[in-house]
């Protein structure tokens, strides 16, 4: 079984933010930065460290792989700069 840590579902929510802004007058989240929040807050209320996969509903997991997908793309760059 796959975990995520509260560090990483963290970082994920603010990459997110950073790239979908709240927005409007009622600061309303980003679908992946809502969907991200509601198992981040779960975490805290239940004072545990990280959650498994499977638990994530799909809207979640969409934004959890997203994210995923975006800091290889990121790694994959960093990398072959170094190389040069």
Do not use: C
Request: proline content about 2%; aromatic content about 8%.
């Amino acid at each position: 079984m796959l975990f995520i840590s509260i560090l990483e579902l963290e970082s994920a929510i603010n990459y997110w933010r950073l790239k979908s802004p709240s927005v409007g007058e009622t600061l309303q989240l980003s679908p992946e930065v809502a969907a991200l929040a509601k198992h981040y807050a779960m975490l805290i209320i239940q004072g545990a460290q990280r959650e498994a996969l499977d638990l994530l509903d799909e809207k979640a997991r969409e934004a959890w792989y997203g994210y995923q997908d975006a800091m290889r793309q990121q790694n994959e760059l960093t990398d072959t700069h170094k190389g040069a």
